[in-house]
């Protein structure tokens, strides 16, 4: 089986037939509860809420919600819920639902939320018709249905903005034990097939709970769109599911995985946002088990059903979606938004954003599969300074270990990894190295033996160690559900634990779905057992949490154990850089994320863009994909424009696969190699801007990457587009993703606000006005700055971005039709904490045609950066002035000016100010 498993690999990269292998993985029909729910359309909801059980306190309200059986005449109590409804700070509401009495608890995610949620008080404002309506202070309403139940949220102008259950599709299978069941004549109740076990090609599922699944349906009326649960290959804008596949969420590693596809990869966010010209609200589906999401857009034209008709009557923009779950409670947050902006912070403010990265990290990064030894890593180092062109980080992939044993170096290949570190830091150059999560099954290799010996890896249905197949052959999985297996595997992060290490070595933590060759759809079986607190008198099944409950986190516990390792290897005094492929709710808090293994073809360098656009509204902002595609060859086109796309994506990192041929940029013709060098340059120019966003993410939770309907969510025609985006509130990015290009039509919002749009090659202002045709030669990268803001530029280009931090400053002004112009500006020393302490400066600047202003936000905060300003090139600007003056404390100094273009860009030589304090220029005409 495991050899037969691996030969199919090979035999699949060898046929030069790209594209997966649909086989391998369940569509909806095969995965026995999504087969289930989706055929669950009763016409009209068991579930009834029992307001007699009303109870409230502080910010929670409590209910009992019965299931019943509408047959009978009395309508029998089935099964018993109780409703929880939470009032929670920043317009956000949290709905809970699970059994009164369960048989034995259902697993509740424990990694997604960031902390507790703040709650904000909730009122009972009404009772009446069998309605029961609930206010935060918001002025935001939770209205109450009870037979059959309804939940709806109301907007601030009293109009529902989000609904469950109007479909009736809310479903919680009751838990049962495996005994027979008899009706009430005595007769055996036949279970329905699949219940006590599934089976998927050759793999059997032993189900030892049984059916535990859940449903809801949520339907957000006035809505156009709807966005979010990554991570699929397909548009920004969900799209109608009602005649194909729901979307699935279940991280799998997926061979040569498919474009514009619904179907499940390496990262699973259940997190999705409606909007539409009325507002923008979002649910959060706070569940980690197997996920699948049905959406019907009512503008697509489909028919859900006569309900929905009935119930939209005949509005045009409704989004219906669905929720359905293999495994857990239903348990969703509501953001009531109201804008774009709102909801992606209603939901970092939940899950966290992701903290300051170091300064390198946003730099470039050259990996492969694999530099071969000490010498090949040298060679790509040299070659970096050789050609000229910036570079912060080699990386390592499996190859480097003594065969695959993480933790361990191949000695013949890396005899000497403390010099070759030493080598890259002398050049402000880091090294990453991967460390997978299954761990070698082989007598002598110190993890596993300790790990067998002290039961640190999860155990198959039987209880014994699991034991599948992955890089190294047969290896079992650290369960990090047990706090000793993390503790202990975070200490092998420890400089000695892990010698040839230093503060300089970080982390790339790959296949943590986690990926099992010769598992059921190539990963773990959903009845291995994960570690739970062991309790008096509890056994069996209940003392232990089953894999297909923790699936989706699997990926986030293991990159918060090495989060953990790497902070205690410096005494918490350094920022660790993680790269995880697998993704959840929270995954921001430790790591970036790429986009898995994709493949050098257009399409694929197309998609970077939405999928990290959706990544980055589901709280992952550090994403990127793989430059120049991490299967087969790009030619110098692709190439070319993969780095020109990649130098303006948050995480830009060239990958290849260890069967393709080298192509670090030197190996290209040199006018190629040229156009790379541009783009990187560019990246480093930028180096503070992408710091500064950064910063303002960990600040605001906004996304660094965004859509543009973020910022312009009353500009219709913004709603769809995913072939380009802003860079926090101040950069247009619409990189060329298709073959001999020689114009692009880009988009320029804003037109009723006359929003200005300058290229950043030219200064040329544009006027918003919807699309324009641009001309595009290969050296081209559509990029434009918005008037009215600053962005702070490093013209120096160096070896790497810490030989670059004291280096003068660049200032670009672009002024909006008020003449104005605003930004902003993070220093720190790139790499610490110190900045908690205060060690950091944040700066505003703002021009006006009076002054230009750089002023602390926080004056007690400071850093001591031997920066300054060295020019200020203000584009747009009408009248010139005669003289400026800069004033920085007692030193007054007349300034020299130039124009330049038809002399509306003015360009303020030497201003030579320093950062570390605030000043000002003065103008005079
Ligand atoms: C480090 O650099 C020195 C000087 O260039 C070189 O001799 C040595 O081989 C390098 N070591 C490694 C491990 O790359
Ligand atoms: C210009 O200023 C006016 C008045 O303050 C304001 O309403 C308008 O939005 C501003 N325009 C731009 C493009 O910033």
């Known amino acids: 089986m495991k050899s037969l498993c691996l030969i199919l690999v090979v035999l699949l990269a060898l046929s030069g037939s790209f594209g997966v292998d649909r086989n391998n993985f369940k569509s909806c029909d095969q995965s026995g509860f999504c087969k289930r729910l989706r055929a669950f359309k009763p016409e009209r909801s068991q579930y009834v809420a029992d307001f007699s059980t009303q109870m409230l306190h502080d910010n929670m309200f409590f209910l009992d919600v019965n299931m019943v ?70 002025g935001h309403r939770v209205v109450i249905t009870a037979d059959p139940l309804k939940i709806e949220f109301l907007d601030k102008n009293g109009e529902v903005a989000v609904v469950f259950n109007e479909n009736s599709l809310m479903h919680v299978e009751p838990l049962v034990t495996k005994q027979e069941r008899t009706d009430e004549n005595g007769e055996i109740i036949p279970e329905e097939e699949g ?19 859940i449903s809801l349906d949520i339907g957000f009326p006035d809505a156009d769109h709807v966005y ?23 991280n799998l590693d997926v061979f040569e995985y498919e474009l514009d596809s619904r179907m499940a990869i390496y990262g699973a966010v259940p997190v999705l946002y409606a909007h539409g010209l009325k507002r923008t609200v979002g649910v959060f589906w706070h569940n980690s088990a197997e996920t699948w999401v049905d959406v019907a857009n009512i503008a697509d034209g489909t028919v859900v059903s006569s309900l929905v008709n009935l119930v939209t009557g005949g509005q ?104 070759m570190v030493a080598n890259l830091t002398a050049k402000g150059r880091k090294l990453v190295v991967i460390i ?30 699991y034991e599948g197949w992955c890089w190294p052959g047969s290896s079992s999985y650290l369960d990090f559900f047990n706090p000793e297996a993390t503790r202990y595997y975070s200490e092998r992060y420890k400089f000695e634990n892990f010698p040839g290490t230093n503060k300089d070595v970080h982390i790339w933590n790959d296949m943590n779905e986690p990926s ?33 409950h923790i699936h989706n986190e699997y990926g986030l516990w293991n990159i918060r154990a090495t989060h953990q390792g790497m902070l205690d290897r410096s005494d918490k005094k350094y920022r660790p850089f993680i790269l995880t492929r697998s993704a959840f709710a929270g995954t921001q808090r430790y790591a970036a994320v790429w986009t898995g293994d994709n493949a050098a073809e257009w399409g694929f360098l197309a998609a970077s863009v939405p999928m990290c656009l959706s990544l980055g509204i589901a ?218 302490k205060k060690k950091y400066i944040y700066a505003k600047f703002s021009y006006t045609t009076e002054e230009m202003t750089y002023t602390f936000v926080n004056d007690k905060a400071t850093y001591p950066t ?43 030589r030497k201003p030579a100010a320093t950062m570390a304090q605030p000043w000002k220029i003065t103008f005079s005409y």
């Open 866 to 908: 031997l920066s300054w300003v060295e020019r200020i090139v203000i584009a747009g600007i009408k009248v010139p002035p005669k003289t400026a003056k800069l004033h920085q404390g007692d030193k007054q100094v007349a300034l020299q000016m130039t124009l330049h273009r038809g002399n509306d860009v003015l360009v303020v």
């Open 69 to 138: 059986d509408l047959e009978s005449e009395k309508r029998t109590v089935l099964f018993r819920y109780v409703l929880k409804v939470s009032g929670l700070v920043d317009n956000t509401f949290r709905v809970e639902m699970e059994e009164v009495n369960p048989l034995y608890p259902r697993y509740i995610t424990l990694l997604a939320l960031k902390d507790s949620p703040i709650g904000d008080n909730l009122k009972v404002i009404s009772k009446k018709d069998g309605k029961l309506t609930l206010a935060n202070t918001k």
């Open 619 to 836: 709280g992952i902002s550090f994403c990127g994909s793989d430059v120049g595609g991490f299967f087969k060859y790009p030619e110098a086109e692709l190439m070319t424009r993969w780095y020109q796309a990649g130098a303006f994506q948050p995480f830009f990192r060239a990958h290849s696969h260890i069967e393709t041929k080298r192509r670090e940029p030197w190996l290209y013709e040199p006018a190629t190699t040229a156009l790379i060098r541009d783009a990187n340059r560019r990246r480093y120019a930028l180096i503070d801007f992408w710091y500064t966003l950064f910063y303002e993410h960990s600040r605001d939770g906004l996304p660094v990457m965004r859509p543009l309907f973020q910022e312009f969510p009353k500009e219709e025609a913004t709603f769809t587009i995913d072939d380009q985006y802003l860079l926090g509130d101040k950069l247009l990015v619409r990189p060329v993703v298709t073959a001999a290009a020689t114009s692009v039509q880009v988009y320029f919002p804003g037109g009723d606000t006359n929003t200005l749009w300058y290229d950043v090659d030219s200064y040329q202002p544009r006027v918003a006005n919807g699309y324009a045709n641009i001309d595009v030669n290969i050296a081209k990268i559509p990029v434009y700055q918005r008037g009215g803001s600053i962005i702070p530029r490093k013209e120096r280009v160096r070896r790497s971005s810490q030989l670059m931090a004291d280096d003068p400053y660049t200032l670009v002004v672009t002024l909006d039709a008020n003449n104005t112009a605003t930004g902003s500006l993070y220093i720190d020393d790139g790499e610490t904490y110190e900045y908690k």
């Open 195 to 213: 219940t006590w076990g599934e089976n998927f090609k050759s793999h059997h599922d032993s189900k030892p709970r049984g059916n535990e699944a």
């Open 228 to 250: 979010g649960i990554p991570e699929h290959t397909d548009k920004l804008a969900l799209a109608t599911t009602t005649s194909g596949e729901p979307y699935r969420l279940y």
């Open 316 to 419: 045009k923009r409704r989004v219906d979606t669905r929720f359905m779950s293999e495994s857990g409670l239903i348990d969703v947050f509501i953001f009531m938004g109201d804008s774009p902006s709102d909801v992606f912070r209603q939901y970092t403010r939940l899950t966290g954003a992701a903290p300051i990265p170091p300064k390198f990290s946003l730099a470039y990064h050259q990996c492969r599969w694999n530099y071969v030894d000490e010498a090949d890593v040298r060679g790509v180092d040299d070659n970096f300074d050789t050609h000229d062109i910036p570079a912060d980080v080699i990386w390592l992939d499996i190859e480097y270990t003594d065969r695959k044993k993480y933790f361990t170096w191949d000695v013949e290949k890396f005899p000497h990894p403390a010099q």
């Open 436 to 465: 997978d999560p299954h761990i070698k099954r082989e007598a002598g290799y110190f993890l596993h033996e300790d790990a067998t010996e002290k039961g640190y890896y999860v155990k198959d249905k039987d209880g014994k160690d």
């Open 516 to 548: 099992v060759f010769n598992g059921p759809e190539i990963t773990m079986p959903k009845d291995c057992r994960h570690w739970k607190e062991p309790q008096e008198g509890v056994e069996g099944i209940a003392s232990y949490w089953e894999h297909r």
